[in-house]
């Protein structure tokens, strides 16, 4: 079949018209389908846009996440363009304005960081000394116990804990004053899981949950339709 030009292809549609099955495949042969592949030399200025890509040997002086591979000249361009951010300077007749630090107080800052601490993106490799200089560092503190909460009506507006000393065997939920990605853990013990239409039960717990049996639910408020649900089991 050929590839035939737009206009070609909509004089063989107009009204009252029966185009042919030749035609309809040479329609068809005229533009891509979803299941094949665009081939690059097919796609305009290409070539042009890859010029516009930085090389592999322009990518190795960026910066490593603990600045191992910066030389010293490096290093001292960085601080120096840090300090130029940090307060008001002039420049081409215009004033910037920084972010109130003094280049003392950023040589302090600098001076306090230990670029050799540095993390994999799950953490599994810092040492406990190590998670106490990035919490510090990032200003996390400690995780606040929950607040062992009465009742059977669970909230999110703040960390709780239900059902700690006796599972409960049924719940509520009231969304008052929740707080978008705020999670709770309900130990329950019930003959059946509560089927509010805002829960979004993870992992196909239906299949495996027993009645009376002891669990820990976790529960996460996204928003006023939609809180994830998942079911672990606990020994009480």
Do not use: C
């Not at 665009?38 to 600045?67: C, H, M, R, V």
């Not at 700690?164 to 019930?190: C, H, M, W």
Request: glycine share 4%.
């Amino acid at each position: 079949m050929a590839k035939i030009d737009k206009n070609t292809i909509k004089s063989w549609f107009r009204n009252f018209l029966k185009p042919t099955q030749e035609q309809f495949w040479n329609w068809m042969d005229s533009y891509w389908h979803k299941d094949e592949k665009i081939p690059q030399n097919a796609i305009e200025n290409w070539d042009e846009f890859l010029a516009t890509l930085p090389s592999a040997d322009s990518l190795k002086p960026l910066l490593y996440k603990d600045g191992s591979n910066l030389s010293d000249n490096e290093k001292t361009s960085l601080i120096e363009a840090i300090h130029a951010l940090t307060y008001d300077y002039e420049k081409g007749g215009e004033t910037t304005q920084g972010t109130g630090y003094t280049k003392a107080q950023v040589d302090t800052l600098i001076d306090n960081i230990d670029l050799t601490t540095k993390a994999d993106k799950n953490a599994e490799n810092l040492v406990e000394n190590d998670i106490e200089k990035w919490r510090e560092k990032l200003g996390i503190t400690a995780t606040p116990e929950p607040e062992i909460t009465q009742g059977s009506v669970i909230k999110f507006d703040k960390l709780r804990d239900y059902g700690n000393a006796t599972p409960l065997s049924t719940f509520t939920i009231d969304l008052n004053e929740a707080k978008r990605g705020n999670v709770q853990y309900v130990y329950f013990n019930g003959q059946a899981l509560p089927s509010d239409a805002k829960l979004k039960w993870l992992n196909n717990v239906n299949q495996y949950f027993i009645a009376g049996k002891n669990y820990l639910i976790e529960l996460e408020y996204k928003d006023e339709n939609n809180i994830l649900a998942n079911l672990s089991e606990y020994n009480a």
